[in-house]
């Protein structure tokens, strides 16, 4: 027994690297670093906005429909249910924890927004752990969709109560519907809802139609839009660290720490691979769109100088590079 494990680890260790050296090579990402590059030597180098719009409705329209499409297949289940309350138990859990870990250091205002985004989710890392799932020659379950879309308003609800009970000056009010509206009606959360929808409802033969559209093309779509994404991330970057250490320090670590722990205690819902990794990447992210679109509105002191350039510049290359290949080990082998 003991000679067997000593020689299975080393393996497990190999394969591990190879799957990392392979992430890092993925042509995605490197357009991601290329973005990063343009603006470090000041290229004139960028995606038109309405360019870079349509390509992010695209994303989610072609994964919602995907996603819809695998869900017509799927007979639901205990394990399905007990995954979508265990998609927003992550969603509830994630924005307190980190609310007191964060309000050390921030106020009550920047730390309620932060955790709030950290604990909702990134449909941008969702879209990317699909292509790595791809990649391993594995597919996305339709319901994980659903929970990716269920996870978006709890976190966005607890961190506003978070900063209306802990803020000083107590002069954050919002009204607890108008919140779930907006989460629920935010562009992103209606298209890959509706897509899911219209997936699930759309026939083989005619889902089959549009397959070129929805399939072939959706790693080049993916490939130019984590350019623009590197670019933006370049520019936000500059200004970032004049907050200190203490914001790159919890955008690098937590988010990986939260990857790490609910990959391993997904097994308690769920033994498919797949669904523990997509549970990893899901805890792991951090929303950079819905979250502070109701932020703008509701939370008007919170600073989108924190939480967008470490949800985009620090979270999000640390989970498209280091995180995926970790989080579909722990899935593989805890």
Same mark, same amino acid.
């Given at each position: 027994?003991?000679?067997?494990?000593?020689?299975?680890?080393?393996?497990?260790?190999?394969?591990?690297?190879?799957?990392?050296?392979?992430?890092?090579?993925?042509?995605?990402?490197?357009?991601?670093?290329?973005?990063?590059?343009?603006?470090?030597?000041?290229?004139?180098?960028?995606?038109?906005?309405?360019?870079?719009?349509?390509?992010?409705?695209?994303?989610?329209?072609? /994964?919602?429909?995907?996603?819809?499409?695998?869900?017509?297949?799927?007979?639901?289940?205990?394990? /399905?249910?007990?995954?979508?309350?265990?998609?927003?138990?992550?969603?509830?859990?994630?924005?307190?924890?980190?609310?007191?870990?964060?309000?050390?250091?921030?106020?009550?205002?920047?730390?309620?927004? /932060?955790?709030?985004?950290?604990?909702?989710?990134?449909?941008?890392?969702?879209?990317?752990?699909?292509?790595?799932?791809?990649?391993?020659?594995?597919?996305?379950?339709?319901?994980?969709?659903?929970?990716?879309?269920?996870?978006?308003?709890?976190?966005?609800?607890?961190?506003?109560?978070?900063?209306?009970?802990?803020?000083?000056?107590?002069?954050?009010?919002?009204?607890?519907?108008?919140?779930?509206?907006?989460?629920?009606?935010?562009?992103?959360?209606?298209?890959?809802?509706?897509?899911?929808?219209?997936?699930?409802?759309?026939?083989?033969?005619?889902?089959?139609?549009?397959?070129?559209?929805?399939?072939?093309?959706?790693?080049?779509?993916?490939?130019?839009?984590?350019?623009?994404?590197?670019?933006?991330?370049?520019?936000?970057?500059?200004?970032?660290?004049?907050?200190?250490?203490?914001?790159?320090?919890?955008?690098?670590?937590?988010?990986?720490?939260?990857?790490?722990?609910?990959?391993?205690?997904?097994?308690?819902?769920?033994?498919?691979?797949?669904?523990?990794?997509?549970?990893?990447?899901?805890?792991?992210?951090?929303?950079? /769109?819905?979250?502070?679109?109701?932020?703008?509105?509701?939370?008007?002191?919170?600073?989108?100088?924190?939480?967008?350039?470490?949800?985009?510049?620090?979270?999000?290359?640390?989970?498209?590079?280091?995180?995926?290949?970790?989080?579909?080990?722990?899935?593989?082998?805890?």
């Amino acid at each position: 027994m003991n000679t067997h494990v000593h020689f299975c680890w080393p393996k497990t260790i190999k394969m591990n690297i190879d799957l990392l050296i392979e992430n890092l090579t993925n042509p995605a990402l490197l357009f991601f670093v290329l973005g990063i590059i343009a603006v470090s030597v000041k290229s004139d180098l960028e995606i038109p906005e309405n360019s870079s719009k349509f390509i992010s409705l695209y994303l989610l329209f072609s /994964i919602g429909f995907k996603g819809g499409q695998e869900l017509s297949h799927e007979t639901f289940s205990a394990e /399905i249910a007990w995954s979508m309350l265990f998609g927003i138990g992550i969603s509830l859990f994630i924005p307190i924890y980190t609310f007191f870990i964060l309000k050390r250091r921030l106020s009550a205002y920047d730390a309620g927004a /932060i955790a709030a985004a950290y604990g909702s989710v990134s449909a941008v890392t969702f879209v990317t752990a699909v292509s790595y799932l791809d990649s391993q020659q594995l597919t996305l379950h339709g319901h994980m969709v659903a929970i990716m879309a269920l996870m978006e308003s709890p976190a966005i609800i607890i961190g506003l109560v978070l900063i209306s009970i802990y803020n000083k000056e107590k002069t954050s009010t919002f009204s607890i519907p108008s919140v779930i509206k907006h989460s629920l009606t935010n562009g992103s959360v209606l298209l890959i809802l509706g897509s899911l929808a219209i997936g699930l409802l759309t026939n083989a033969k005619h889902a089959e139609g549009i397959k070129p559209f929805t399939n072939d093309i959706f790693k080049g779509f993916l490939a130019i839009f984590l350019l623009d994404m590197g670019i933006v991330s370049g520019r936000k970057l500059k200004s970032f660290f004049e907050f200190g250490w203490f914001p790159f320090v919890f955008a690098l670590v937590i988010p990986f720490l939260n990857g790490c722990a609910f990959a391993a205690l997904s097994s308690f819902v769920t033994d498919d691979i797949t669904n523990r990794f997509m549970f990893a990447v899901l805890a792991a992210s951090a929303s950079y /769109i819905a979250v502070p679109a109701a932020m703008k509105i509701t939370v008007p002191k919170a600073n989108p100088g924190l939480f967008l350039p470490m949800a985009l510049a620090v979270t999000f290359p640390m989970n498209i590079t280091l995180g995926m290949p970790v989080y579909f080990m722990i899935a593989q082998h805890f």
